[in-house]
Each structure stands twice: as structure tokens, then as C-alpha cells.
């Protein structure tokens, strides 16, 4: 169902600068139904140093500000749209971006996530953003939690949903799809797509964070390859699509494992392999122990809170999941 282009990659492999001198985003493009785009960016591409290497987009975790904001930037010049950003706080609140007070604010479109550096007044609490306009790239910060890019082709009508376990448990799906409908998608015609994430072979959380999951979200306790319980985030998703009565969910694994494949010998990709200490410094041997390349955890090309973790970081950078329509 997917309609993939030839381009596995919006980006060269090889480091490459854009006309300002920034290094261009390396990101993983979908079409999602015709004129309608899915990108998650990578690690790979940025101005971003150290833990926070290279592409880092969020802003809360103490990263450098300026490089940040000429990471924000060059995303939205390499995907030919302003961004939407708000500021996750793992609930259940979807947020209409087409309503007054929502226009560009900043360099790269419109920031209301109250992270930059200059601080734009608008803050904006919410994991669930919507619009019918084209040409506005929704953007929602994941490293770990799952994000879910939704649009209804017929109407151009798109959101976008930051799903961590509280925010799934807080109906953010729900509330998204809700959003949408109310605008006039129909979800029938909702397609949908699973971001990168955690998988549930990794997301280690105990058994009582996941009996309690369980009760909302049946069947999605896993045992992982720590040993303890978990759970499937991206199962829940599922679960809370099809209640939503959103069925036709695109699968972004092909795209994303081939992307991986012709990242195998990337040098940008093998230095951040080689220096960051969240595994294997060979690139080679952490792309051989990858079972999903979806998930966070597993594969180098994302931030992942729990990797970072792991390695006794105490922060780690944001990739950003966005959809746009143009
Ligand atoms: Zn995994």
C-alpha cells in the first residue's frame, strides 16, 4: 500500500552542507498517500556534539541552543516546510494548529515546544497536533516513546501523536483522531503510520508498570531480552487505532531497514558508533544485533533514552517524526 519513491534517503550519504554551511538532516522519507509525507530524522546531520550527536532536535535536555536551532533550521529547509513543535508532557491533549496565535514564530515556523533559545511567548502543553493546511510540517520528538503520523488523504487533514505508556494510557490516540475528525477526516480513510520506537523486546518496565498497562491495553506485556517484564508499546498503538476506527496502518520497517542497509558503511554513522558508548564501536556489529530496526534501542540511527541510560548518560538528544502535505 505504501508508495515509496526511488530515494531511500532525503540525503547524501556523506556529510554534506546546505548554501548557509549547515550540515543536511539525514532523514528517512514515506509517502504516506499521494502528496502526503512522513520523515523521521536520524542521529546523522547536524551541528549537535557529544551525547547529543549529531541531530539533535529537542531542546529540554541541556543541549547547546544554537545548535539546536540551526538543527531546527536546516530541517525545515531539507523537508520545504516550517515546523510545528509543542511541548510533550506525555497527556492526552491534541492541539489544533490552525487556530489563531499558532503562525510562525521562529527561524524554521512555528515553536511553541518552549525550548528555544530566544523563547517565543506561545507554550504550548500537548503530544497530539492536527491541521488541514498544507506546507506546515508537524513535528513530534520521540527517543523511545512511539509517534504516530495520521492523515486522511481525501481531506489533506493530518496529525501527528507522541505516545509514551502515560500518554497511550491517557488516550492520546484517541484524542488525535478525535481531533481530526472533528475537522472533517474521516477516520475510514485514515491512514496511518508507527514511527521509530522502542520495541517490546526492550522496554523494560517491572511488573507492576506493566500489570497496570495490561488492564488498558490487553496483551501487550512482553518479557524482554533484559530478563524483566515490559511492554509493546507500538501493540497498544494498534489497539487504540483500531478503537479509534483507524485500520489501515502503513508499516514503516521496509523503508527504515533498507535505510539502515545503505547506512551499514556511513562514516558519520561509524564515528557515532565508535565514540558514544552505548555499544559495539563497530558499526558493523551493532547493525548485525538488530532484530527491529524500528526500535530506538536497537538501532543506532536513533536516539534512545533507555541506550543512553544504559550507558550511565544522563541525557541524550531527540529525533523528530513529522508529516506534512504538499
Ligand atoms: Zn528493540
Known amino acids: 500500500m505504501t508508495e515509496y519513491s526511488d530515494e531511500i534517503l532525503d540525503s547524501s550519504a556523506m556529510s554534506s552542507t546546505d548554501r548557509n554551511g549547515r550540515p543536511i538532516p539525514v532523514t528517512i522519507p514515506i509517502a504516506l498517500a499521494p502528496g502526503i509525507t512522513v520523515v523521521y530524522t536520524t542521529r546523522l546531520g547536524g551541528l549537535s556534539t557529544g551525547d547529543y550527536g549529531n541531530l539533535n532536535l529537542g531542546g529540554k535536555s541541556g543541549d547547546d541552543p544554537e545548535a539546536v536551532l540551526s538543527n531546527r533550521i536546516a530541517l525545515s529547509e531539507a523537508i520545504h516546510a516550517p515546523l510545528s513543535l509543542v511541548s510533550q508532557v506525555h497527556s492526552g491533549i491534541a492541539v489544533d494548529i490552525d487556530e489563531p496565535g499558532h503562525e510562525s514564530n521562529t527561524e524554521?515556523?512555528?515553536?511553541?515546544?518552549?525550548?528555544?533559545?530566544?523563547?517565543?511567548?506561545?507554550?504550548?502543553?500537548?503530544?497530539?497536533?492536527?491541521?488541514?493546511?498544507?506546507?506546515?510540517?508537524?513535528?513530534?520528538?520521540?527517543?523511545?516513546?512511539?509517534?504516530?503520523?495520521?492523515?486522511?488523504?481525501?481531506t489533506g487533514i493530518i496529525g501527528a501523536a507522541h505516545c509514551?505508556?502515560?500518554?497511550?494510557?491517557?488516550?492520546?490516540?484517541?484524542a488525535t483522531v478525535e481531533l481530526m475528525q472533528s475537522k472533517g477526516a474521516?477516520?475510514?480513510?485514515?491512514?496511518?503510520?508507527?514511527?521509530?520506537r522502542i520495541c517490546g523486546d526492550c522496554y523494560e518496565v517491572g511488573d507492576e508498570i506493566a500489570d497496570t498497562f495490561i488492564k488498558r491495553f490487553p496483551l501487550t506485556k512482553t518479557q524482554t531480552r533484559f530478563g524483566g517484564a515490559g511492554i509493546d508499546i507500538a501493540e497498544a498503538a494498534m489497539i487504540d487505532l483500531a478503537f479509534a476506527g483507524v485500520h489501515q496502518v502503513v508499516d514503516s520497517m521496509p523503508r527504515v531497514h533498507a535505510a539502515t542497509e545503505y547506512l551499514e558503511e556511513d562514516a558519520e554513522l561509524a564515528e557515532l558508533c565508535r565514540t558514544d558508548g552505548e555499544g559495539p564501536a563497530e558499526l558493523a556489529e551493532?547493525?548485525?544485533?538488530?532484530?527491529?530496526?524500528?526500535?530506538?534501542?536497537?538501532?543506532?540511527?536513533?536516539?534512545?533514552?533507555?541506550?543512553?541510560?544504559?550507558?550511565g548518560k544522563t541525557h541524550e538528544g531527540r529525533l523528530l517524526a513529522l508529516i506534512v502535505r504538499h
Open 108 to 154: 524554521f515556523g512555528f515553536d511553541a515546544s518552549g525550548t528555544h533559545g530566544e523563547e517565543p511567548s506561545t507554550v504550548i502543553e500537548a503530544d497530539g497536533q492536527v491541521t488541514s493546511r498544507p506546507d506546515i510540517a508537524l513535528g513530534m520528538f520521540a527517543a523511545d516513546c512511539l509517534p504516530v503520523l495520521m492523515a486522511d488523504p481525501e
Open 164 to 174: 509514551g505508556r502515560r500518554g497511550l494510557e491517557r488516550g492520546i490516540i484517541g
Open 186 to 196: 474521516d477516520p475510514s480513510r485514515i491512514i496511518a503510520t508507527l514511527g521509530p
Open 286 to 311: 551493532r547493525i548485525g544485533n538488530i532484530s527491529r530496526s524500528t526500535c530506538t534501542l536497537e538501532n543506532p540511527l536513533w536516539y534512545s533514552h533507555r541506550r543512553a541510560a544504559l550507558a
